[in-house]
């Protein structure tokens, strides 16, 4: 079983729709959740953590957590034509001095002018 | 603040060549070090990881090795490349105590083997 799932998409939205990225964990003791954004040819950037049941905002993105249904979400608001990209989920396995962060394949989202 | 810097950025090797991939992290010390691999079309394979020198944990069997040599340097190597080894490589570190702030990583290696 993977440690981590994601819809590979391809994600298709209009610019200023809302892009509802999805993911599911394996290991119902991770604690931490993470989002990473990838363009074509380069490395992945950070862009959410969450750690806590519940919603956490920082500008357009609002990432989500349940840890009861192991699902975690990224909501991308006011989507724009920068913001296509792949997005990677990951999840920390293994606690907080040697834990590892494992990713999900990743969703491909376009946003079309 | 903290960098981090891969080398070389594109390789171009024939099959059973020998690899070193080199990583190497500025302004933080005992860092937490991984090498990942994507393979195209796949996601993020986590190869090795190193929380201090000389210590290296491998997560799947094949054909690579790392090694730790200092506390900031990382290296990938290979004795003999496969076709199956091209990949885009990169390097990721994190504080030892700092998991929350997930990983950084490095610009990458985009390997390929012929």
């Known amino acids: 079983q993977k440690e981590v799932e994601q819809n590979s998409g391809p994600l298709s939205v209009p610019e200023g729709a809302i892009a509802s990225l999805n993911c599911t964990y394996s290991d119902r003791v991770s604690q931490s959740f993470f989002w990473y954004r990838q363009y074509s040819g380069k490395s992945p950037e950070l862009i959410m953590s969450i750690y806590s049941n519940g919603d956490k905002e920082d500008g357009r993105f609002t990432a989500q957590l349940n840890k009861a249904s192991q699902y975690v979400s990224l909501l991308i608001r006011d989507s724009q034509p920068s913001d296509s990209a792949t997005y990677l989920c990951?999840?920390?396995?293994?606690?907080?001095?040697?834990?590892?962060?494992?990713f999900g394949r990743g969703t491909q989202l376009t946003v079309w002018p | 603040s903290q960098t981090i810097h891969q080398w070389p950025a594109t390789l171009v090797q024939p099959v059973g060549s020998p690899l070193s991939l080199e990583c190497t992290v500025e302004g933080t010390s005992n860092p937490n070090l991984y090498w990942y691999r994507q393979a195209a079309g796949r996601g993020l394979q986590l190869l090795f990881y190193s929380v201090g020198i000389g210590q290296i944990s491998s997560e799947v069997p094949q054909n690579l090795s790392a090694s730790r040599p200092q506390d900031r340097q990382f290296i990938l190597s290979s004795k003999k490349l496969l076709l199956s080894d091209s990949g885009f490589y990169l390097c990721?570190?994190?504080?030892?105590?700092?998991?929350?702030?997930?990983?950084?990583f490095g610009s990458g290696t985009r390997l390929t083997v012929v």
């Open positions: 990951a999840v920390i396995k293994g606690g907080s001095t040697l834990g590892r962060l494992y």
């Open positions: 990721a570190w994190r504080h030892p105590v700092g998991v929350i702030k997930g990983y950084t």
